[in-house]
């Protein structure tokens, strides 16, 4: 599982390659309106409450994974033999047991994922673009042949940005906040989607897929006994959320 730091320096370096690929362009004919600079220091704190943040988010989920899923592994024995001597058949005691194990399972990396693709990627992309246009921005205008007070203006008016994209309030699925102004903009936010989508959003839907999927199988399996059919209604399961995985990168292009 990506931390959410590791996650947005890796976007950033996919968006400063997406950039670095492109020629400069000169700074946009109307000025960004100037901002206060932000108290030093402010940008720092803010990122580092939001690891805490974002913790207190999927930490607990993980602890359940960590803790949950073991302890039922340990136990399902136990559980196979207090099945078959209840008299089910091999096949549905195999899926009682089985059941035990991936229930917990699929309820701990439901609410790891959940909170992640939902509350916590999208609010740590968002401040991540917001800091590679206004870098792009700041960049423009050094380019432009603007005087040091100009450029250090914008640096400060960029850093407020930040740090208000840092302290968005944190909603499901919020919309984009950065808003690029020039082609070299669009394009480095385009790489940070792309990927976004391949390295983080795809694979963790993957995941839940597999999970749950699992969980599916064994449900029937113990309800049924019929090992083809619990084969079966898993492959189906995760046929879906491969079909939204592979959604999730055909946006993006």
Request: charged share 15%; hydrophobic share 50%; glycine share 6%.
């Amino acid at each position: 599982m990506w931390s959410a730091t590791a996650r947005t320096l890796l976007m950033a370096v996919l968006s400063a390659a997406g950039f670095l690929a492109l020629p400069a362009e000169p700074a946009a004919a109307t000025p960004a309106p100037i901002r206060p600079a932000p108290p030093p220091g402010s940008l720092i704190v803010a990122f580092a409450d939001n690891q805490l943040t974002y913790c207190s988010l999927i930490c607990p989920h993980l602890v359940d994974f960590v803790v949950d899923v073991p302890r039922a592994l340990v136990q399902a024995p136990g559980v196979y033999d207090s099945a078959r001597s209840n008299g089910h058949s091999l096949e549905r005691a195999t899926g009682i047991a089985a059941a035990t194990v991936t229930a917990p399972a699929r309820s701990a990396m439901s609410g790891i994922i959940d909170n992640d693709l939902n509350l916590v990627l999208p609010r740590a992309q968002n401040a991540l673009e917001v800091a590679v246009v206004e870098i792009l921005d700041v960049a423009d205008v050094a380019w432009s042949g603007a005087d040091s007070a100009a450029v250090g203006a914008r640096v400060d008016t960029g850093r407020a940005r930040v740090l208000d994209a840092l302290t968005a309030p944190i909603v499901p699925n919020p919309p984009q906040i950065a808003v690029p102004t020039t082609p070299a903009q669009q394009a480095a936010l385009a790489v940070v989607d792309t990927g976004s989508a391949v390295l983080f959003q795809a694979p963790e839907i993957l995941m839940t897929g597999a999970t749950e999927s699992a969980d599916v199988a064994a449900s029937e399996l113990a309800v049924s006994g019929d090992v083809d059919r619990a084969r079966a209604g898993g492959m189906t399961r995760f046929g879906e959320f491969l079909d939204a995985a592979d959604a999730v990168i055909d946006a993006t292009r």
